[in-house]
């Protein structure tokens, strides 16, 4: 039950994690590497992507990309936890210098933060109640469903669901897996990295349904920061072909970094690639 445990807490702890005082931002690189310190939002609630460790500490996938960022500039990191509702919100109001928090890469969200390459990627699939017949978006019609408030989870199925659908939103992962283990929701919207923790766990209790989306997580900066945000597009361009960002693929998520990740280094225009 560890895993879990650390999904159900971390929602909790995020919040008040979030709201301590945080240090002013920079805008380009200089000013990091003047200041010596970066602040990179991400989120604790997302396993293996973003959890707290038994120190309580940030940890994961994001975590390890933020360290070697940070190891780039030259710098100390200052790992900021964020929930899936207020990271662009802390973006914005210069609460940190960039997102490592697992962002899906979409046109809406490029309307207000611009976004590096992909770093990493996942899959949105609805799971739930074995017993339960749903082999497509049709199926939910008359059931309740949970998803992540503001999240992709909660756009694609958005997107898809048909009149008569119950979509109720939970403040993060964490609270959607508790609803959906509580009996609150008989199914949720969810990343397979979460979906194979529920499944490992729980295994004849639930099972995937369909597939929602495929998503690319990039990096998010603050509108114009076009310094920042090309350098960061060059370490991972570096990280990607040293092996760096595979070895922590690998560490995380038991398996290669995916070719759709791997193999794409071109930068970000309206959440869609730009001419390289």
Same mark, same amino acid.
């Given at each position: 039950m560890k895993i879990l445990n650390l999904v159900l807490a971390a929602g909790g702890l995020a919040g008040a994690l979030a709201a301590t005082s945080l240090p002013a931002t920079a805008q380009t690189p200089q000013e990091i590497k003047d200041r010596g310190t970066v602040n990179i939002g991400m989120l604790v609630d997302f396993p293996p992507f973003g959890i707290l460790n038994t120190e309580g500490k940030p940890d994961g996938y994001d975590a390890d990309v933020a360290k070697l960022l940070a190891e780039d500039f030259g710098v100390k990191v200052n790992l900021v936890p964020v929930t899936g509702p207020n990271r662009i919100p802390y973006l914005l109001s210069n609460r940190i210098d960039f997102l490592v928090a697992s962002l899906g890469i979409t046109p809406e969200r490029a309307e207000r933060v611009d976004f590096s390459q992909p770093y990493a990627g996942i899959e949105i699939s609805v799971v739930g109640e074995k017993g339960l017949d749903i082999p497509d978006a049709?199926?939910?019609?008359?059931?309740?469903?949970?998803?992540?408030?503001?999240?992709?989870?909660?756009?694609?199925?958005?997107?898809?669901?048909?009149?008569?659908?119950?979509?109720?939103?939970?403040?993060?992962?964490?609270?959607?897996?508790?609803?959906?283990?509580?009996?609150?929701?008989?199914?949720?919207?969810?990343?397979?990295?979460? $979906?194979?923790?529920?499944?490992?766990?729980? =295994?004849?209790?639930?099972?995937?349904?369909? /597939?929602? @989306?495929?998503? %690319?997580? #990039?990096?998010?900066?603050?509108?114009?920061?076009?310094?920042?945000?090309?350098?960061?597009?060059?370490?991972?361009?570096?990280?990607?072909?040293?092996?760096?960002?595979?070895? $922590?693929?690998?560490?995380?998520?038991?398996? =290669?970094?995916?070719?759709?990740?791997?193999? /794409?280094? @071109?930068?970000? %225009?309206? #959440?869609?690639?730009?001419?390289?």
């Open positions: 049709a199926a939910l019609a008359g059931q309740s469903v949970g998803v992540a408030r503001a999240s992709t989870q909660d756009t694609s199925l958005t997107k898809v669901a048909p009149e008569g659908t119950n979509i109720q939103r939970f403040d993060d992962d964490a609270s959607a897996v508790q609803a959906l283990i509580s009996g609150q929701v008989p199914l949720i919207g969810a990343s397979n990295t979460v $979906i194979a923790q529920i499944q490992k766990l729980r =295994p004849d209790t639930y099972d995937k349904k369909f /597939d929602l @989306a495929q998503q %690319v997580q #990039g990096v998010a900066v603050k509108p114009g920061s076009d310094e920042l945000l090309k350098e960061i597009n060059q370490y991972l361009t570096e990280a990607k072909k040293d092996g760096k960002l595979n070895a $922590i693929h690998e560490k995380w998520l038991g398996q =290669p970094l995916p070719d759709f990740i791997a193999d /794409d280094t @071109a930068p970000r %225009v309206d #959440g869609k690639p730009a001419s390289k």
